[in-house]
C-alpha cells in the first residue's frame, strides 16, 4: 500500500464493506430461521448445509466486524498501525471460501444429477470449485506469515485468481442449470411454470455472486493499492448464503403459483357455455377428461422418474 495512506479508499471502504456484510448477515439470520420453520422435514444432509453455511456466516461477521473495530477504534489515535496487518482480516478469508465451497458445492450435486450424472460436466463445475477453495487456503497459510499491507501485494495473483475462479463457477454453474432446466420443459403448464421460476432463481442468484467477485477482481486490478477490493469480497460469502437460502425457500411459493395457474385455467375451462342455452354437461365432460389426463400424465410423470432424476421432483425431495 502506498503512504501516506489515505483512510478513505482503504479503512473507509473496508467500513462499508462490513456494514454491507452485517446488513446481509440479518438478512441470512431471518432465512435461516424461515428455512426451518417452513421446512421441517428436509433431508438430513439440507439442514446441515444450511446450519454450517449459517455458522460460518457468524463466523465471518465477527472476524471482519474485529479487523475494523481493530483499526478504527482500538488504534484511532495510532495511524502508525494502519499499515501494518490484523489476523482476522486474514482468517476470514477461509470461512469466506468455506462458504463458497458448500454452496457452489451443494449447486454441483443438483447439475450432477439434473444432468443424468454427467461426469464431464461435473467434473468440470467440480474442478473450479475445489480451485477456487485451494487458492484460498493457499492464501490464507502464506499471508499469516506477513506482517503488513505492503508484503500482502505479493499475493496479487492469489487474490485474483480466487475471484476469477469464483466468477468463472457461478456462471458455468448457472448456465448449466438454465440449459438443463428449459431442456426439461413438459408442455404442460404447471411443471412448465415451476421450471421458469427456477431459471430465473438461477439466473438471478448466479448474477449477484458473479458481479461480486467481478467487482473484486477489477478493485484488485485498478485500485490495486487500496481496500475497496475488501468492501466488495466481505461481501461475496454473504451473497452465497442468501442465495442457497432464498433458493430453498423459495419452493413453495413456487408450487403454490403453479397450483394457483392450473386452478385458474380449470376454472376457465368449466366455466358455462358462451351460447348460454346448453346444459351443464358438456362443462361436466371437460373436467372428467382434463382430470383424466391429469392422471394420464402423473403416471407418465412417475413412470419417467422412475428411471431419471427430473427437475420438479428432485426439487420436491431435495431442495
Known amino acids: 500500500m502506498s503512504s501516506p495512506l489515505s483512510i478513505d479508499n482503504t479503512m473507509g471502504a473496508a467500513l462499508i464493506g462490513s456494514v454491507c456484510a452485517a446488513v446481509l448477515y440479518g438478512v441470512s439470520c431471518i432465512q435461516t430461521w424461515y428455512y426451518y420453520d417452513r421446512y421441517p422435514t428436509d433431508a438430513w444432509y439440507i439442514k446441515y448445509l444450511v446450519a454450517s453455511v449459517w455458522v460460518f456466516d457468524t463466523i465471518h461477521q465477527v472476524l471482519i466486524s474485529h479487523t475494523v473495530y481493530h483499526y478504527l477504534v482500538s488504534n484511532y489515535t495510532n495511524p502508525a498501525m494502519l499499515a501494518n496487518i490484523i489476523w482476522s482480516v486474514l482468517l476470514e478469508v477461509l470461512f469466506n471460501s468455506l462458504i463458497c465451497l458448500l454452496v457452489q458445492g451443494f449447486l454441483t450435486m443438483r447439475v450432477w ?101 467481478v467487482m473484486s477482481l477489477v478493485s484488485i486490478i485498478v ?16 451473497l452465497y448464503s442468501n442465495s442457497l437460502l432464498a433458493t430453498l425457500n423459495a419452493r413453495q411459493e413456487i408450487r403454490n403459483l403453479a397450483d394457483e395457474m392450473d386452478t385458474l385455467s380449470l376454472s376457465f375451462r368449466s366455466g358455462p357455455s358462451s351460447f348460454g342455452s346448453g346444459s351443464k354437461k358438456p362443462t361436466n365432460i371437460s373436467i372428467v377428461i382434463d382430470t383424466t389426463q391429469d392422471f394420464v400424465r402423473d403416471r407418465a410423470m412417475t413412470m419417467t422418474d422412475s428411471e431419471t432424476e427430473s427437475p420438479i421432483t428432485d426439487l420436491k425431495d431435495e431442495v
Open 223 to 238: 485500485w490495486g493499492n487500496t481496500l475497496i477490493y475488501v468492501a466488495f469480497y466481505f461481501s461475496l460469502g454473504r
Open 113 to 213: 444429477r439434473m444432468s443424468n450424472k454427467n461426469k464431464i460436466l461435473t467434473f468440470i463445475v467440480l474442478c473450479l470449485v475445489i480451485a477456487e477453495f485451494v487458492c484460498s487456503v493457499v492464501f490464507v497459510v502464506q499471508s499469516m506469515q506477513l506482517q503488513t499491507w505492503l508484503e500482502l501485494s505479493q499475493l496479487k495473483g492469489l487474490s485474483m485468481a480466487v475471484n476469477v475462479l469464483a466468477a468463472a463457477g457461478d456462471a458455468l454453474i448457472a448456465a448449466s442449470l438454465v440449459f438443463l432446466l428449459r431442456r426439461s420443459r413438459t408442455g404442460f403448464k404447471k411443471s412448465d411454470t415451476m421450471i421458469s421460476r427456477l431459471i430465473v432463481f438461477t439466473v438471478n442468484t448466479g448474477l449477484f455472486t458473479s458481479i461480486c467477485a
